[in-house]
C-alpha cells in the first residue's frame, strides 16, 4: 500500500543462489513483517520484527533470513535451503493503536528455475 | 498452532447475487480482521472486530463476529464486479497482537 516499497516487482534466480528481497517504508510504523503466498493458499507468515534489531521467527521461516538494522527497512534472504523458494512475497507493517490493521507492499514474485 | 479455516474456497456468483464466506478459528480470537486481494494486487485492510457478537457494515459488505469470538462471516448483498477477489480473514490470538493467522481465503468471482 502506499508507503511501502518492494523491489523488484519480479525476480528471476538460478537454483542454489541466494536471493535477497527489498521492503522500505515511510509510514514510521514500528512492526513489520514477510509474507508468503502461493497459489490456492493463505498467507504464511515467515518472520517478523516488532522493533529496530529485534525479530522473531513465523510459521516458515526455515531457509530465510532477516534483518532489522533500520527501522524503515527489513530485507529478506530467501537462502538455497529453502526447499520451494518461488513464490509470492509480501511485505507488510502494522500500525499502532487500536486497529492493529496491516498495510502491505505491493509483493515481489520470486521464480527460482 | 492457531488454525483460521475459511470457506468456502472458491464462489461464483451472476451479478447481483449475495454472497458469504465463514471463517472459524481453533482458538478464541482477541480481534478479527478481513482483508481483500484484488487478482494481481496485495491485501487490502477492510475492517475489524473487537467485541463478540459485534455487526459492522460498510455500503453492501455486513460483518460479524460470532458470540464466542472464534467464528466470523462477510456478506456481500448484490454483488458487482467489482467485487471480484480473494477474501481473507485473519486474527490475532494468545495474547499476541503482532502475530496475525490468516485464512486461506475465498477467492470470489461475478459474472456481469
Known amino acids: 500500500d502506499g508507503g511501502i516499497t518492494q523491489s523488484p516487482k519480479y525476480l528471476f534466480r538460478k537454483e542454489g543462489q541466494n536471493v535477497t528481497l527489498s521492503c522500505e517504508q515511510n509510514?514510521?510504523?514500528?512492526?513489520m513483517y514477510w509474507y508468503r503466498q502461493d497459489p490456492g493458499q493463505g498467507l504464511r507468515l515467515i518472520y517478523y520484527?516488532?522493533?529496530?534489531?529485534?525479530?522473531q521467527k513465523g510459521d516458515i521461516a526455515e531457509g530465510y533470513s532477516v534483518s532489522r538494522e533500520k527501522k524503515e527497512s527489513f530485507p529478506l534472504t530467501v537462502t538455497s535451503a529453502q526447499k520451494n523458494p518461488t513464490a509470492f512475497y509480501l511485505c507488510?507493517?502494522?500500525?499502532?493503536?487500536?486497529?492493529?490493521?496491516?498495510?502491505f507492499g505491493p509483493g515481489t514474485r520470486l521464480t527460482v528455475t | 498452532g492457531q488454525q483460521v479455516m475459511q470457506i468456502p474456497q472458491y464462489q461464483h456468483v451472476q451479478e447481483g447475487e449475495d454472497f458469504t464466506t465463514y471463517c472459524n478459528s481453533s482458538?478464541?480470537?482477541?480481534?478479527i480482521q478481513w482483508y481483500k486481494q484484488r487478482p494481481g494486487g496485495h491485501p487490502v485492510f477492510l475492517i475489524q472486530l473487537v467485541k463478540s457478537g459485534e455487526v459492522k457494515k460498510q455500503k453492501r459488505l455486513t460483518f460479524q463476529f460470532g458470540e464466542a469470538k472464534k467464528n466470523s462471516s462477510l456478506h456481500i448483498t448484490a454483488t458487482q464486479t467489482t467485487d471480484v477477489g480473494t477474501y481473507f480473514c485473519?486474527?490475532?490470538?494468545?495474547?499476541?497482537?503482532?502475530?496475525?493467522?490468516f485464512g486461506k481465503g475465498t477467492l470470489l468471482t461475478v459474472n456481469p
Open positions: 509510514l514510521n510504523h514500528d512492526a
Open positions: 482458538t478464541t480470537l482477541s480481534n
Open positions: 520484527s516488532q522493533i529496530v534489531n529485534d525479530f
Open positions: 507488510a507493517t502494522r500500525a499502532r493503536g487500536l486497529s492493529y490493521e496491516q498495510y
Open positions: 485473519a486474527g490475532y490470538s494468545g495474547g499476541s497482537n503482532y502475530k496475525l493467522t
